[in-house]
């Protein structure tokens, strides 16, 4: 993190072409529309393009074919996000360290094994039998239940809670306030709709490379296990019920919910606040645009939308028809009257026409 | 926990029928997809009957009338789910023992009355004037507000806040992350679209037998009292509102939202990502649908879908018909066609109609 | 909070006019629905005036032009809701006081700026560099990260999560396992469909009177910074994603999702289980109805509704012709039995014709 940098600098740095003053000091980043006189900011979703005109920084990253003008200095690169994330670097404050250590404060079973490296942050709880991999962090008011087993590498930020027998690969990273391990929604009901609860006895397994969003709830398996996936990614307050198995690589955004057993195939996309029911097979590959509720199988590499979720052009077809639906009323409507006068004139006709 | 058990000690014990080797040895439970050899499953939904075929268990619990093949032995019981769930104890480790007594960590006001055989794990903190009814486990890094009154047997899971006040029967479970009395969601407005809070000094009462998801937030009543009747179950990430009335038996699946001072009748069923509007009666036995957004009062014992939500038939009635639009809109243009060359042929024959 | 009250002197009060004997007991509050006798309770919204011939209440407190009748005392004021509001206090606990100090059990890093008069509750975590102005509440388990600061007057509920660099202005409120500044969710993708984090080096900010509910999840931005406004009020279980930005006072009801970069105007009120896709601008008061799906731009002052979300009028006409499909098809139907008529009258008429 340094304070100040020349334009001239930069756009050495990132290898870009600058139009501008060389000398021009830069003391910071921000958006087009947040940044002030010192600041540098980028373009690279051409809707902003508009932006560029009113923008009070001093110097903006656009891309090489960029032909516009700015009154501030401009940075010709390649790739101006990536660009800017390079820059970035020299003015953001950099994220905390947190070494190795088990702070007095935590509370770690006595045959717990932690690794090497291993960060156990204060008011940290770690139950018997649990094994944490080496460099693996919890910073601190984590739970770890019994017997669970945490890899190398680990991230776990605060107010996360791991429940008993879980299972995470290595370099994990669980945002705070999530749950793993949770009990599966699995209860008998007898007679007079009252519910017992059935032992949900399973287990959370979660592979390498995976990220689970903050508030993120996972239940464990009624047996066995509920399996996500090796670099899967998951957005904040997303649900996964019990048996529910992620493909790797597959990618849920916010707030989606999967119901329980249904069997999410690899590189699958659910975008923000999609829903799918209970039992399904989603194929490898299948996106599912935001706010899609899936209620059956859907093949690979299909692309759904809407509820029920249908194949994108299917629902693209019906919605917009459904959009002109006054428009087809209107029309309705006139050919009634035109069969209303046609029926008058063959009256007409019928009751003049010669006997 | 057993190592091993064989096929004819295991169709005895749940007293099924084996077709094949008694000597068999069973390592282990799985389900159908991702056993392996040694393994035993079950097999309950007749919709993965195909996946027998594939199966790699050494053993599948099918129900007594079932008449396919399997290259695997086969035990034939009344209820292949329940026989699994009793076999299956053999199998998955037991879940943790917590002990009476107060971690050491746990941060117990000096007035508060704790109950025989309660367990306190670490990092809990149990404030002023609260009461913790007997055997009741409170795992860790748990938060029990001032007088706070807890029944026996409840068991409350780590990161769960109890806000001051709250009344929890007996046997209530409470999952992970979840949040019972917060700040109900009330402003009064000024002419200026500024909001200022308006007290909410109630509290939230939760039945006996009621188990309540992870990360689910229920609020405190502004004055009086949010109720959660006697076996109720509410799945991960609901939203209940301040002043609701939950009753008995009622059952809220995943990521469900009840608006402020709703009162949801007994055995009601509200499906995964449903919501429910602010101020209705919802009656007893109702049961709506996933995704369903109840915007009015719903009798007694209707079956509810769709948003606005609607008698599911007519709901899917309506939904049918949008689904063939675009065959009504073909439809239509024929019609037209057809009128356009009526008329013309009156045109015609009026025209070409001896004067 | 005092034992009883009379109905005389809780008339006189709130400026009321009493209709009943002024010598009644009053020893409670509730709702019309839940009152008991000895309860006071009020009728504020028209909607629950049948209620009235079935509460239990001793007393009711009724608008001033109220005209039915009660088998109850009543007390005629201008603003039932408010006047109950004022004789509530007295029959209701007051909120826990939370004297300054730090609990002895709470990790207060050495270099941790605690202003005058906070409360740092049991077993909370102040990281390095964190500074927390006066008269702020840590309630107990919250962790506050590095470097973040906190104004004045806040006041933070247990398991709250605020990561590092975290700035909160004065009076803000926080629920319970809140989270605020996770991890954006931003990942690179290579050409196999594997995703690479990129850091998420920017922070959070929130403006003085904001109030953010339980298990809500705001992220931290990916530079520069996510922005809540002053007085806004966010309720319970919404997302809020990197780079958004919140115009003052407005509203976000539960269980909304806003994606990453969109642009929320000043005054905005978001109902129920709305949704803001990613990089919009949502124009200032604008009013966008429970479930309803934002997937454009909003000009200011717009109401919008559905998803895709529609100017409300526009939404609702399209909703009821589709509720009017069934007799659409009908009536399409009798149109096309009219015109078959038609044609066999034309042919008919057209074969009778002389040559």
Not at 152 to 175: K, M, Q, S, W, Y
């Amino acid at each position: 993190m340094t304070t100040t940098m020349r334009a001239g600098e930069i756009a050495a740095q990132v290898g870009g072409q600058l139009a501008g003053d060389a000398d021009l000091e830069i003391g910071g980043i921000a958006g087009l529309r947040e940044a002030q006189p010192g600041d540098i900011t980028f373009l690279a979703n051409p809707k902003y393009a508009a932006w560029l005109a009113t923008t009070r920084a001093s110097a903006v990253l656009v891309a090489a074919d960029f032909d516009g003008e700015a009154a501030c200095a401009l940075i010709r690169v390649k790739d101006p996000d990536a660009a800017f994330g390079q820059v970035a670097t020299h003015f953001t404050p950099p994220p905390p360290a947190y070494p190795p250590g088990i702070h007095p404060s935590a509370i770690v079973a006595e045959d717990a094994e932690i690794g090497e490296e291993v960060h156990v942050g204060p008011c940290c709880v770690v139950q018997a039998g649990a094994r944490i991999g080496p460099r693996t962090v919890l910073v601190g008011q984590v739970y770890v239940g019994h017997r669970c087993t945490l890899g190398a590498d680990n991230f776990i930020h605060p107010h996360v809670t791991i429940r008993e027998h879980g299972v995470l690969g290595d370099r994990v990273i669980i945002h705070s306030s999530a749950v793993i391990g949770s009990d599966g929604f699995g209860y008998s009901v007898d007679d007079k709709g009252v519910r017992t609860k059935i032992p949900q006895r399973g287990h959370v397994a979660i592979g390498d490379d995976a990220e689970v969003g903050a508030a993120v709830t996972i239940d464990r398996a009624r047996f066995g296990c509920t399996r996500i996936g090796r670099g899967v990614k998951i957005d904040n307050l997303c649900q996964i019920a019990h048996n529910v198995v992620i493909g790797d690589h597959a990618v849920l955004v916010s707030q989606v919910g999967i119901s329980g057993s249904s069997v999410i195939g690899r590189h699958v996309v659910l975008a923000g606040q999609a829903g799918v029911a209970g039992h399904l097979v989603v194929g490898d590959g299948v996106i599912a645009e935001g706010r899609s509720g899936i209620t059956k199988d859907v093949p690979a590499g299909q692309v759904v939308y809407g509820f029920p979720a249908a194949p994108r052009e299917q629902a693209a077809r019906v919605h917009a028809h459904v959009q002109r639906l006054p428009r087809l009323k209107e029309k309705v409507r006139t050919l009634e009257q035109r069969i209303a006068e046609l029926e008058a004139r063959l009256q007409d006709s019928g009751s003049s026409a010669p006997g």
